[in-house]
């Protein structure tokens, strides 16, 4: 399952680098690519996974840059 | 301006204030440190909050980290007016570069401005506003002047005239009218236009450009790549560097700590890599951005890097440099005018839809009275006998006037040659030919002139027409007679012959050369308007089908790299500099909250200029 999630506020382009880096550690991501002028991130994984990980990028991206908004 | 940006700017203001207040009236030392610490507080809360959060997170490099150690080090120190003034500095910097990226992510998304906001759609006799992915295929949608057509479709009523520019960069309006196909993005100008739709949103034309140009960030080219493995060392190193200045030297030499602490405060102000993370990808995507308000999508920023070294260009010949529809060209009439053996042909072919047959009947221009003609005999692999007010007329190649017996005289131009005879007797003949696109011989001649070394041409027709062909367009080489996978083995043996660092590019009309188009290093597709198998097959799609918009998307890659690479240099550049200064003493903060935020600023701005292309478009006089 492939789905583009919005970062509103992600007005940190080194930010937007490190949260890739990190969501692309989860178990369980097939890809995901952030793009910071986009402002969003395209994340894919299996079916079965995607709420999982989607909660744990949440996590994540509150922990890299508290100011963004994660909107799936 | 957000939300957040108009809160920020109240603080700097605010601070600003203050600062200015604890400068200029006469304090008592303590009174004057009161005032700066409100200041500092003001303006830095936030940093020293994430600080803290991010570090209990265990993310140490981290930039709010950085800033609040080199402030209130400062303040530490002793230099109460510098630690609120670097703090104050970052965050007009930090301001002002939200803004500036803020407001280039609205012209960029003005440039792809084409996402129909709605479509009057027909239910039960009545026409209702809906979001255009909630129309179906088949369905009646109702396009009224000054509107955006919001899906691909038929149109079943009304003409007008439809403004493509915004998917092709054409100033001219298309005229359309019943029958005709429509795609979604353009502009209806002026009639109102009942339209079947074809596909869905998600299918549409837009959509399709729209994901595609979105998502060419997403594939990044080598300089973009490298400065984000780039940036992932710079800070560690600086701040390694910082703290190797504070300990080791005063050891060495004996010289106090603090002027070295001090030293290594400004290192950690210039350790953010931001201004090359920022301004790189924006400079693509300026770039992309440019490219396709001229009607060139480009599929991602690695293939502009690309398109900046293009040494080879290979063409196929038939719908990229020729129009891949026959026209008549010469008219040879034996013993009548001209006008009149176009008559006689444009009657003999009437019945019939081959394309040269269609192409006469375009020539001939007039309507084609059938009362006239009376029995016409197709003769298979020859041509056509009719009879026209009652004589006999042949029309076909050598074969059929040598079946005949009629004395011709055969033509030697190259092309195919239609040949009249009437009534037993030989009437002339009109060759055909596919005709060359307006722009082709000056497309070839702009990319000599911005240094492409080798042009070439691939055509599976006939030698003769290929030779002429390339003979008129002053390309460097053609192959001739070839068969689809014979165009890959010239493709292979032209990436052997080009120089290492030389790119060749290929293009093509995207239906039946898939295979070449993958294997060039850039492939370039006649995307025509909205074909799909084009816009999926390439790597740069000209909506336009023009050759010349080629030299024109070269150049906008050569720009954007070279602003790109400016961006490298002056950024890194500056920062150097200012380290070493600071490392010598000479630097100290102010200059370093310059080398962080203002080289950001100064980065933005260049590489906003990505986006003007206007001048690199031939098109336009």
Redo the contacts between chains.
């Keep these: 399952m492939k789905k583009t999630i919005k970062l509103i506020d992600l007005d940190c382009a080194h930010c937007a680098d490190k949260i890739q880096n990190a969501v692309q550690k989860i178990n369980g991501v097939t890809s995901v690519s952030v793009n910071f002028l986009g402002q969003k991130m395209v994340l894919e994984t299996p079916d079965d996974r995607f709420d999982a990980v989607l909660a744990e990028a949440k996590a994540l991206i509150k922990k890299i840059e508290p100011d963004v908004t994660v909107k799936a | 301006m957000?939300r957040?940006q108009k809160h920020l700017l109240y603080r700097i203001l605010t601070a600003a204030v203050l600062f200015a207040l604890g400068r200029l009236l006469p304090l008592s030392e303590w009174a004057e440190m009161g005032v700066f610490l409100v200041c500092y507080a003001v303006i830095g809360w936030d940093i020293v909050w994430?600080a803290i959060?991010?570090i209990l997170?265990g993310?140490v490099f981290d930039?709010n980290f950085l800033m609040t150690i080199a402030t209130i080090g400062a303040l530490i120190l002793g230099e109460h007016s510098e630690g609120v003034a670097v703090m104050l500095f970052y965050q007009v910097g930090e301001w002002f570069?939200?803004y500036a990226?803020s407001k280039s992510?609205k012209s960029?998304a003005g440039l792809m401005d084409i996402r129909p906001d709605y479509a009057n759609v027909e239910r039960n006799g009545k026409l209702e506003q809906v979001d255009p992915e909630e129309v179906l295929v088949g369905d009646t949608i109702v396009v009224k002047p000054g509107e955006r057509v919001p899906l691909d479709g038929k149109i079943i009523k009304g003409t007008s005239a439809l403004d493509t520019s915004a998917l092709t960069g054409e100033s001219m309006p298309r005229d359309v009218g019943p029958g005709m196909d429509v795609i979604s993005g353009c502009i209806n100008q002026t009639g109102i236009l009942t339209i079947q739709t074809t596909k869905e949103f998600g299918e549409s034309t837009v959509s399709k450009i729209l994901d595609l140009v979105?998502?060419a960030?997403?594939k990044k080219g080598k300089t973009e790549n490298f400065i984000?493995r780039f940036?992932?060392y710079f800070t560690p190193a600086v701040v390694f560097a910082a703290i190797a200045l504070a300990i080791l030297p005063p050891l060495v030499t004996g010289q106090a700590f603090t002027i070295w602490i001090y030293r290594a405060l400004t290192f950690l102000v210039i350790s953010?890599?931001?201004a090359l993370?920022?301004s790189i990808?924006?400079s693509f995507?300026g770039g992309i951005g440019g490219a396709s308000k001229l009607g060139v999508l480009v599929k991602g920023s690695n293939y502009l890097e690309s398109l900046s070294h293009a040494e080879t260009v290979v063409f196929d010949k038939t719908g990229t440099l020729t129009k891949g529809s026959f026209a008549v060209t010469e008219i040879d009439p034996v013993g009548m005018k001209d006008k009149e053996l176009l008559e006689l042909a444009a009657y003999a072919e009437d019945y019939s839809n081959h394309p040269i047959s269609l192409s006469i009947k375009k020539a001939y221009g007039k309507k084609v009275d059938s009362n006239r003609i009376t029995d016409v005999q197709e003769i298979a692999g020859h041509g056509v006998q009719a009879i026209i007010d009652g004589e006999v007329v042949l029309a076909g190649n050598a074969k059929l006037m040598e079946k005949d017996h009629i004395r011709y005289t055969p033509s030697n131009s190259v092309g195919t040659v239609v040949y009249l005879a009437c009534n037993g007797s030989y009437s002339g003949c009109i060759l055909i030919e596919d005709e060359i696109k307006a722009d082709a011989p000056d497309a070839i001649k702009a990319l000599k002139e911005i240094g492409v070394r080798k042009t070439v041409m691939l055509t599976g027709d006939a030698d003769a027409v290929g030779q002429k062909v390339a003979k008129r367009l002053g390309l460097d080489q053609v192959y001739t007679e070839l068969l689809p996978a014979d165009k890959v083995d010239r493709v292979e043996e032209l990436l052997q012959l080009k120089s290492e660092k030389g790119k060749l590019v290929f293009v093509g009309d995207g239906i039946n050369d898939a295979p070449v188009l993958a294997r060039a290093d850039v492939g370039i597709a006649m995307g025509g308007l909205g074909s799909d198998a084009a816009i999926e097959a390439a790597d740069v799609v000209l909506m336009t089908d023009e050759p010349s918009k080629i030299a024109a998307v070269i150049k906008i890659a050569r720009k954007t790299i070279g602003i790109a690479n400016q961006n490298i240099v002056f950024a890194l550049g500056v920062k150097l500099l200012v380290l070493i200064l600071g490392a010598l003493g000479y630097a100290n903060m102010w200059a370093a909250v310059f080398a962080d935020v203002g080289v950001s600023i100064i980065a933005i701005l260049n590489a906003i200029r990505a986006m003007r292309v206007k001048k690199f478009d031939s098109s336009v006089h």
């Design positions: 957000t957040k994430k959060t991010n997170s993310q930039e570069q939200s990226v992510r960029i979105e998502n960030s997403d984000t940036a992932r953010c890599p931001c993370v920022i990808p924006l995507f």
